[in-house]
């Protein structure tokens, strides 16, 4: 091929591979009672250098919002809630900011064949070659234990998180980060760490903020791998809120479960964080057992 005649070419490829990449910049809301700001992209200028990137702005939480943990059934959010969580298959809300429950790290229940079906070698297995199963919630584990299953995995909750996405929420959270925990010391924590990270780069693409849910072990390792915020299911009952808010600030929203925990928790928290009193089957409101309580 002529040298000269395929300097433009290359030029052009370099151009369309710039304006291509996508970067993220998170922001930070210290407005409770402010509506989240759209995500949008930055237009890039005409003459653009080869250097440019557009950019996406990344929402967070409302620092000290009033939430509700709608994880059992979606229904009309209680007066004043400006934070919302809600399961993958909900819709969000309209003028809330919306919290996409995605099950991350172990498999849903009534999903157990899906994964069964189409992608069994994802799925943890002990020696005998028999899934390893969270025997709390009967979900299956998926396994994380290589850099190529979590990147296939990575994949494949990233299509969730794109669907949160186009739905309209503003972040999403991944659960069971700690199924290592629970794992038959079958995985590690630097793994969860790992996948949490392909996790965190592929929401920042859907320009959707990404939860740390629970790990307190974590430390700072959370937030390095990506995560923006932190969701802690009785943080106050086990006197670990202070440890989310040394690495996350005052970006942590708080669910107790128990009428002395959140007590304890809005005495020392409720002034700061987002802390909210929910019935631990998280059922809707109108069922017997549906408990909600904000600070």
Same mark, same amino acid.
């Given at each position: ?100 429950? #995605? ?171 987002? #802390? ?20």
């Amino acid at each position: 091929m002529n040298s000269k005649a395929s300097k433009p070419l290359a030029a052009l490829v370099a151009l369309a591979a710039a304006l291509s990449a996508v970067a993220y910049v998170v922001v930070g809301s210290q407005d409770a009672g402010a509506a989240p700001k759209p995500v949008a992209a930055a237009a890039a200028p005409a003459a653009a250098p080869a250097a440019a990137t557009a950019k996406k702005k990344i929402q967070l939480p409302p620092v000290n919002g009033k939430a509700d943990y709608q994880l059992g059934g979606a229904y009309k959010p209680p007066a004043g809630v400006t934070v919302l969580t809600r399961d993958r298959e909900a819709k969000p809300v309209k003028g809330k900011y919306n919290i996409c429950y #995605v099950n991350g790290f172990q498999a849903q229940p009534q999903e157990a064949g899906w994964w069964k079906k189409n992608h069994p070698e994802l799925l943890l297995k002990d020696a005998d070659g028999d899934y390893v199963v969270d025997g709390a919630w009967d979900e299956l584990i998926l396994d994380i234990s290589t850099k190529s299953k979590r990147k296939k995995l990575a994949g494949i909750v990233g299509k969730w998180f794109d669907g949160c996405a186009a739905k309209g929420f503003q972040a999403v959270e991944p659960d069971n980060l700690d199924s290592y925990t629970r794992s038959q010391d079958l995985l590690t924590k630097a793994q969860a760490v790992a996948f949490g990270k392909l996790l965190a780069t592929r929401a920042h693409k859907a320009g959707l903020a990404i939860g740390q849910k629970n790990t307190v072990e974590l430390g700072k390792q959370g937030k390095k791998a990506g995560f923006d915020f932190a969701v802690t299911e009785e943080c106050g009952r086990y006197d670990e809120c202070g440890a989310y808010t040394k690495v996350y600030g005052r970006h942590v929203i708080v669910i107790e479960y128990t009428k002395k925990a959140f007590a304890k928790t809005c005495e020392e928290f409720g002034s700061k964080l987002s #802390v909210v009193r929910r019935d631990l089957n998280l059922v809707p409101k109108g069922q017997k057992a549906y408990v909600y309580k904000a600070c």
